[in-house]
């Protein structure tokens, strides 16, 4: 998954500042699975454009779950990629369930399908975790826990089913990627800067997305000095990053691929920045 995400920070790279070229390695079994922390307003857009890239540059057919019904492409999305091939947005396709049972049954049927996936999107993981009927905050977390683990199973057995069956195909699509986003509701309604520290489901969601990718918002001068309206650093982390690469000389010399900022201009379009 996390040559997606190189590809849309490589293809939205701001075209006002010097960049450095980014070393991206092929996708591996070790980074082939995401989970992306922070706002959530800027995490959908950040999938719907790893989507939406994925699909139209890459060629690989997309699965996206979202509770959020999609009608057409954001405007702010569409001046980031203006130049999208239609064939390209036909390659995603949107499932919208409301509750975790109904995700559960749309991932497990997705063997089925004659034309499967290379990459599984979830949009605002949290929605499907938490109980609409409430409970106790002990019980509720417990609750949370458990189907976090069992949704994360799901998706990764299933993945790397589709990875064997792309792989039989000989479609070059394959690894099957996962991506995902999550925040939790205490993180939501806390104004701090340090997400999910302390986030018991996100300790278990970690045991199984091989890579986080961390949104932290530039609350300083910066977003002010650079005349845009919002500044977001993207850190990859996790121990997919450090699985990926057998070579430590390698990893330390690219240790800044690893960092990206998110710029917002004021007209709503999003662009990236190496550091």
């Known amino acids: 998954m996390t040559d997606v995400l190189s590809l849309v920070f490589r293809t939205f790279v701001s075209q006002t500042k010097p960049q450095k070229e980014p070393a991206v390695r092929p996708p591996s079994a070790a980074s082939s699975s995401v989970l992306l922390v922070g706002d959530r307003g800027v995490s959908s857009s950040l999938l719907l454009l790893a989507a ?96 976090a683990a069992h949704v994360s199973a799901l998706l990764c057995d299933t993945a790397s089913f589709l990875t064997q069956v792309l792989e039989k195909r000989g479609s070059g699509s394959a690894p099957c990627r996962i991506i995902a986003s999550y925040l939790s509701e205490a993180d939501a309604n806390k104004d701090s800067e340090d997400l999910s520290v302390t986030d018991p489901v996100l300790d278990v969601l970690d045991r199984y997305f ?66």
């Open 52 to 147: 939406v890239t994925a699909a139209s540059e890459m060629g690989i057919r997309v699965a996206f779950f979202t509770q959020t019904q999609i009608q057409s492409l954001p405007e702010t999305l569409r001046r980031c990629v203006p130049s999208l091939r239609p064939e390209g947005l036909k390659k995603t396709t949107f499932f919208y369930p409301r509750t975790l049972d109904q995700l559960l049954l749309h991932v497990a049927s997705l063997h089925e399908s004659p034309t499967p996936p290379a990459l599984i999107v979830v949009d605002r993981l949290e929605s499907f975790l938490r109980d609409p009927a409430g409970g106790s905050n002990a019980g509720l977390s417990v609750g949370e826990q458990s189907s």
């Open 210 to 275: 091989q890579v986080r990718c961390t949104l932290d918002r530039d609350r300083g001068y910066e977003a002010a000095a650079a005349a845009v309206q919002e500044v977001w650093h993207v850190y990859l982390s996790g121990r997919g990053i450090a699985e990926a690469s057998s070579n430590k000389d390698w990893e330390e010399k690219h240790r800044a691929a690893q960092e990206w900022k998110l710029l917002i201009l004021p007209d709503g379009v999003i662009e990236f920045n190496s550091v």
